[in-house]
């Protein structure tokens, strides 16, 4: 679904976010991105959504070579991926109905189909009773609960998610993760950056590891183990 061949990312001025970054994340599977701050995981995500391109190497998504891809087929390309961000990035003049159904009004989707699609991604997470509510007056973990049921109600086959649990309790993060646990089940591929290791160490996936740009674990991260 993902790999990424010696792939590096040097940002005007010179500043190198990856360094020669070679790894595989087959379709169906489900791993964490980890590292400290500017490690290079936010980049690795962009690359992923073709928000930025690579210096250097290959990136392929969905057996699509994004470094050769055309702007004009980006946003087919981001259609078929889900993106779940820290600050939910929702729309507050507008309801949780409408926020969800956003992605797939942009895409052209019957209002009929809308309705359906929209009423099934809330009820997946636990929130078709406040459909008519303004995302404002929902809890920081029904707000993210929003976020996640607008990356999913287009079914893309990849969902990516970029520090989804940064601002919650150890409990509601706990609810997240089962969330996109879910989705993996019925064949989702999920790929999550998170500084919580605690939490990650627990639900025993594979791991990326990345320090200062380069790939430094590969594989489940075992109880009391420190990342670079």
């Known amino acids: 679904m993902i790999r990424f061949e010696h792939v590096s990312k040097r940002y005007d001025g010179g500043q190198d976010a990856l360094t020669d970054l070679s790894f595989e994340l087959p379709e169906g599977d489900f791993a964490f991105l980890t590292g400290h701050s500017g490690a290079g995981k936010s980049t690795l ?27 004009g087929q980006i946003p087919y390309l981001r259609r078929h991926i889900g993106v779940v961000f820290q600050n939910h990035q929702l729309l507050f003049d507008r309801t949780v109905y409408d926020n969800v159904a956003l ?21 997946k997470v636990g929130l078709l009773d406040k459909e008519k509510k303004n995302p404002i007056a929902l809890s920081g973990g029904e707000q993210q609960r929003v976020g996640i049921a ?5 079914k893309p086959p990849l969902l990516l998610a970029d520090e989804p649990t940064g601002n919650l309790d150890p409990e509601l993060s706990e609810e997240i993760m089962g969330l996109f646990q879910q989705f993996n089940d019925v064949g989702v591929t999920v790929l999550i950056a998170s500084h919580d290791i605690a939490l990650i160490t627990r639900l025993q996936r594979r791991v990326f590891g990345l320090a200062k ?13 420190h990342m670079a």
Do not use: C, Y
């Open 213 to 225: 740009g380069r790939l430094v674990h590969d594989g489940v991260l075992r109880r009391q183990a």
């Open 103 to 123: 992605p797939l009004i942009i895409s052209g989707f019957q209002p009929r189909d809308v309705g359906r699609r929209v009423r099934a991604a809330l009820d």
């Open 45 to 71: 995500l962009k690359l992923v959504m073709l928000m930025e391109r690579p210096t250097r190497g290959q990136v392929i998504v969905n057996h699509q070579n994004l470094t050769q891809m055309r702007s």
């Open 150 to 154: 607008r990356a999913v109600v287009n």
